[in-house]
């Protein structure tokens, strides 16, 4: 039963003319899925509206072809033809009773239009601002581009309305929106009516606000999402005049929909952002107006989503990656199952696919977009197969990911570990600073193994092969994971770079083994990093807190180039730059001398020595996959004990970030006992439709 401390959650809220069942609002968010993937989109939003969620959006929902943002895949809504893949998803959206809500979004100084080669509109003439800094610039608006764009808002609140949905917002947030563009005098530097005054610039939102009104009348609900704090200086659109804006215009739309600055300041992961971060930002502004307002903050704790309602500072706890980690959060809470919620971990892999234009995924929920791709419920497994025993080597997050879901299918699983703690990676990184959170991929399934009466764990079980083959077990799973090299193999050097061994090297397994002198008061110590995730950064923090002068070493043009990516590269930087790190980007490694680092230019091979008291190597890592390979040698053996099938996971596999571990983990589990599917396509996919001759 829910705790009547939650009760608070479940209160029905008006939405202009609608009633959302709940507090519990999904807002808008990218999945890489968008006009390629719309079934595969739609089945994940379906998901949510089964897990409870109140109100549930689409992505970024690009509403004419004037203005769109290739190569990044969002949604579309420019013609006709868009709509019966929309309709697919309001319709999924409702099945629980949810309301469907569409994020309409004309990207202006945002959209380069790369696919249609339109010119881009904008409300000032100035350079395009995208993720790449492409040499586009767009032309301002004049009086009949404002007028088309006035009804191309209504255009598609029409088709909005036909294709099912509930709500629109208009997107006016993270530098991505139309409006927020207007706002800002930044991106706003006009002399008319439209320009100057903050009165003036509010007008065009005033405008298509009551064009849409006229259009859909009072059968759907407006919302309003706007930036809480550009934080780009005295231009921009700032906390302050956020308020101003709110109290001139409360009753505009009938939900305000608040949401910090750039995308990287209102979705920062757990490394840089707690939960409930925005709410400083937020605090107030809900009673500039008598519309609700939603805002977000990785909500992830019930007990906080409860204090932010009783306190009045927000009216809906709106949610993007916590309602992907767990689509289920609200029945769970709503059950009394707090302990089953899989928390974010704020790793902001789902972003990746947004990011790299490719299905998004995360950490803690594998079965994320697989919902009608592969069939996957994140609550549910598929009936057990004809076998009965499994074993699993190795407590990793592919090894405890592999036991959760095997056991929940009701195999009896026996989960070997070498050491004497579960989590495997994710149990040393999780002592690293800011990575914290991410023990939850560990807490998590640790729990819900211990759940289970059909599950047997053991520690200090460094198995052997001749163990393997006397227990009797039919499957194995080996899940051993990887270690880093220490040779320097990675991207640069893929052969093993020339060290002498006498300078002091680490990896990453050596450091967060305590492996390294813990006070380096007045050493060198060089951080290459060949990886370009986060551990290179990471490795960096914790050799300057231990007081060494740390010079960064990367062969890439950024410090830890990936988490571009995940949100998070500038601010590794500004951490790196405050802690006295001294960043050398596009250089590499020739040589480890014995107390120098032979240094070169990726582009111009000129050679500098760099003299060091040590080095972290933070390049590739190798599969610890002997036991897996000692296996197969005796393949001659299994018939007579017992075993079936043999199979290596996660890292062991190919080392990954943690995602593609609990991602194999899963997968292993759902496939077992399986037909083959031979060299049929083990996934569904949305082909494109031929047009006319």
């Known amino acids: 039963m829910r705790d009547a401390r939650y009760d608070i959650l479940f209160e029905p809220r008006q939405i ?9 609002y999904q807002v808008p968010h990218c999945n890489g899925g968008g006009y390629r993937d719309p079934s595969a989109a739609a089945a994940m939003r379906g998901i949510k509206s089964e897990g409870g969620w109140g109100v549930i959006f689409t992505e970024q929902t690009e509403m004419h072809h004037s203005s769109e943002i290739t190569p990044f895949i969002e949604l579309r809504l ?14 999924a959206m409702k099945t629980h009773g949810a309301l469907a809500g569409i994020q309409l979004a004309y990207s202006g100084i945002n959209g380069p239009n790369f696919y249609t080669k339109e010119v881009p509109l904008a409300p000032s003439a100035l350079p395009i601002r995208t993720f790449t800094n492409d ?6 608006l004049d009086k009949t581009d404002i007028r088309n764009l006035r009804r191309w808002f209504v255009n598609a609140a029409k088709r ?8 629109i ?3 006016g947030a993270h530098g991505f929106g139309i409006f927020q563009h207007f706002l800002s005098r930044a991106t706003n530097q006009r002399t008319d009516e439209y320009g100057g005054s903050l009165e003036n610039r509010s007008r065009f939102a005033q405008e298509v606000v009551a064009d849409i009104r006229d259009a859909v009348g009072d059968t759907m609900a407006l919302t309003m999402r706007v930036s809480l704090d550009e934080t780009i200086g005295t231009l921009g659109f700032s906390n302050a005049e956020v308020r101003e804006y709110v109290a001139m215009n409360a009753d505009l739309p009938d939900l305000w929909d608040l949401a910090h600055g750039a995308w990287e300041d209102c979705s920062g992961p757990s490394r840089f952002k707690e939960e409930a971060a925005q709410e400083v930002l937020v605090k107030g502004i809900r009673e500039l107006s008598s519309r609700p307002v939603v805002g977000v903050g990785r909500f992830t704790s019930p007990d906080v ?8 500072i927000l009216d809906f706890i709106g949610c993007a990656r916590p309602s992907i980690a767990d689509p289920f959060l609200p029945r769970k809470v709503e059950e009394g199952r707090i302990e089953d919620i899989r928390e974010c971990i704020g790793c902001n892999i789902c972003i990746t696919g947004d990011m790299t234009m490719s299905i998004s995924r995360c950490t803690q929920n594998p079965t994320f977009m697989e919902e009608w791709r592969k069939g996957w419920h994140p609550e549910r497994m598929n009936p057990k197969g004809e076998s009965t025993t499994v074993l699993v080597v190795g407590a990793g997050p592919a090894g405890l990911e592999a036991t959760r879901a095997l056991a929940l299918r009701g195999y009896d699983v026996a989960l070997a570990e070498a050491g004497t703690v579960l989590g495997g990676r994710v149990a040393r990184e999780r002592l690293l600073p800011g990575l914290a959170a991410w023990g939850r991929v560990v807490d998590y399934r ?4 211990s759940q289970r009466s059909n599950v047997e764990t053991y520690f200090d079980s460094r198995l052997t092969v001749d163990d393997i083959l006397a227990f009797g077990f039919q499957h194995i799973a080996i899940a051993t994971g990887a270690h880093w090299r220490r040779d320097g193999v990675a991207r640069q050097h893929v052969v093993p770079m020339p060290i002498d061994p006498a300078m002091p090297l680490w990896t990453p397994d050596d450091v967060m083994a305590g492996a390294f002198p813990q006070d380096f008061r007045g050493r060198t110590v060089v951080v290459y990093d060949d990886d370009h995730y986060y551990m290179g950064g990471v490795m960096a923090e914790v050799m300057a807190k231990a007081g060494a002068k740390v010079v960064l070493v990367t062969p890439s043009a950024y410090v830890s180039d990936w988490t571009r990516n995940t949100l998070e590269q ?5 951490r790196l730059a405050g802690l006295g790190v001294e960043i050398r980007l596009n250089t590499g490694i020739a040589a480890i001398a014995a107390d120098t680092v032979e240094t070169r230019c990726v582009y111009t091979d000129g050679r500098r020595p760099l003299a060091c008291d040590g080095v972290v190597m933070v390049a590739s890592r190798i599969s610890d996959d002997l036991l897996f390979q000692d296996l197969l040698q005796r393949r001659a053996d299994w018939a007579d004990a017992g075993i079936s099938s043999v199979k290596v996971l996660g890292d062991a596999a190919a080392p990954a970030p943690i995602a593609w571990a609990t991602y194999a983990g899963h997968r292993y589990a759902r496939e077992l006992d399986m037909p083959d599917p031979g060299d049929a396509l083990p996934f569904r996919r949305e082909v494109t439709a031929l047009g006319p001759l």
């Open 570 to 574: 500038g601010a590794i930087h500004v």
């Open 305 to 312: 989503m409860a204090r932010m309602i009783r306190q009045g």
């Open 169 to 171: 917002c208009l997107y």
């Open 160 to 167: 909005s309305k036909i294709a099912g949905f509930d709500l």
């Open 16 to 24: 202009g003319p609608l009633t959302a069942k709940n507090r519990f």
């Open 78 to 91: 420019w013609e006709d033809q868009d709509i019966p893949a929309l309709r697919r998803m309001s319709d």
């Open 135 to 140: 040499p586009v610039q767009a032309r301002a």
């Open 446 to 449: 640790q729990y819900q193994i």
